[in-house]
């Protein structure tokens, strides 16, 4: 059983994800196609678990099938599309059995990178909503120390009312440049 914690941000957690994204390259070849930070630990000021997510644009997708060997020799494990279509999900522990990467793969120009992209990017923008969302995070991981799922459960509809925010204010920006 994983215990859920969060800790304050860690600045070294970009370097981290650039130290992380110049190997997956080198496995994934002429198959890379971009790389982005997503997640909490791309958040600065925030809290977060600990874990780096990488979200990686691959030209082809079946192709990652074929290279998950390369992915195995970097340490991960390859969960296929896990729940969410078109994705390939890898992830990895330490020495000591604790996570310290997710690496989600799509498509290039997927519309789940646009989705977790777009995420990120509204979050630091608006650091007063980020904090809501470090406070949630603490207080889910205080109620919830073992329990990854309710944890995720409970950000469910936060994250969801970001994502439909992102969507309304893309739609008004859409709007006023037709005017």
Excluded: C
């Amino acid at each position: 059983m994983r215990k859920v914690e969060v800790v304050p941000h860690d600045v070294r957690w970009r370097s981290l994800f650039e130290q992380e994204t110049d190997r997956i390259a080198q496995a994934l070849g002429k198959n890379f196609a971009a790389a982005h930070h997503i997640g909490s630990t791309a958040i600065p000021g925030i809290y977060a678990k600990p874990i780096i997510d990488l979200l990686i644009e691959v030209h082809e997708i079946v192709q990652v099938d074929r290279q998950a060997a390369a992915m195995v020799t970097l340490g991960y494990e390859a969960m296929g599309e896990f729940g969410i279509p078109d994705r390939r999900l890898f992830r990895k522990d330490n020495q000591a059995g604790i996570r310290t990467h997710h690496v989600h793969m799509f498509p290039n120009g997927s519309a789940q990178v646009t989705r977790h992209v777009d995420f990120r990017d509204y979050m630091i923008a608006h650091p007063e909503v980020a904090q809501q969302y470090s406070d949630l995070k603490r207080q889910l991981a205080q109620q919830h120390p073992t329990d990854i799922e309710a944890y995720m459960d409970g950000k469910h509809d936060f994250i969801q009312n970001i994502d439909r925010q992102i969507v309304a204010n893309k739609m008004t920006s859409w709007v006023a440049r037709l005017q």
